[in-house]
């Protein structure tokens, strides 16, 4: 027969783990983003309506739910030439917003025929900002972030065409 103290302990265990979950589903404690060794990775380049070449970035690829709602949350620094292409399997509305973000991207909706749609730019939350209000929308089937203000750097705008290496 397991003894009351054990019992205890177990019913202890059991509340402090529910307690965490709970604060990690509100966002009160941070989980760090995914080691960015479990990403694939592709190769995204873009193109203006003359196909001259305007940017070329090595993405890190979020097509999960997981990667996708973490993104670059806890990244402290991206490579100038380095990104994040969110994935789905079709095109749709969605909002991105700077939760856990230490540095501003720009946010590239693409369409499923591989142009760009919208570009936000978004610049780093203040300290100490609930970074879920800083909401960017946009209709895509691809998101790609990037180095704050890249896409002006390259000239790039929407309308112009993104190739994702293996997907069109």
């Not at 025929?113 to 209000?133: L, S, V, Y």
């Not at 946009?138 to 190739?163: F, K, P």
Request: aromatic share 8%; proline share 5%.
């Amino acid at each position: 027969m397991v003894s009351r103290r054990v019992t205890s302990a177990i019913g202890v265990v059991l509340v402090g783990m529910l307690i965490v979950l709970v604060l990690v589903a509100t966002g009160f404690v941070a989980v760090p983003a995914p080691a960015e060794d479990k990403y694939e990775r592709t190769s995204v380049t873009i193109y203006d309506e003359n196909e001259t070449q305007l940017g070329h970035v090595d993405a890190r690829i979020a097509d999960t739910q997981w990667k996708r709602y973490t993104g670059l949350s806890n990244t402290t620094q991206l490579p100038e030439n380095e990104g994040m292409l969110f994935t789905y399997d079709a095109p749709g509305d969605h909002t991105y917003v700077m939760r856990g973000m230490d540095f501003g991207i720009d946010i590239v909706y693409i369409g499923a025929d591989g142009r760009i749609t919208k570009i936000h730019h978004a610049p780093e939350p203040p300290e100490d900002a609930d970074g879920n209000e800083y909401q960017y929308p946009g209709h895509g089937q691809y998101v790609l972030e990037v180095n704050h203000n890249w896409t002006t750097r390259h000239g790039i705008e929407a309308g112009d065409r993104v190739v994702i290496e293996g997907q069109h």
